[in-house]
């Protein structure tokens, strides 16, 4: 799904209000972009029966140039891990493995 498709599917859902496109963009690029502030500032997003966003951060690290061979240091970095909320889960059929 893309921004445009979800603004799109916005519009059609609420073709009879009086919001119009130009609005619905503006609201999800809002959304959009408060989810990525707040994820900036406090590390973590929860959005009940959806999922939690996080901040998470992989240490420094020795690695190697898959080219030369070359030994380097792998600088440390933050990424954003997703884990999913129960409403979700129970809709895409995810079941946890138990070996």
Known sequence: MTKKFLINLIADRLQENSFKKPHIETIVET?????????????????????????KRTPKRPGRNPVTGEEAIVPARNFVQFKAGKVMKERVGYKKNRE
């Open 31 to 55: 959304t959009l972009e408060e989810f990525i502030e707040s994820l900036a500032k406090t590390g973590r997003i929860e959005i009940r029966d959806f999922g939690v966003f996080t901040v």
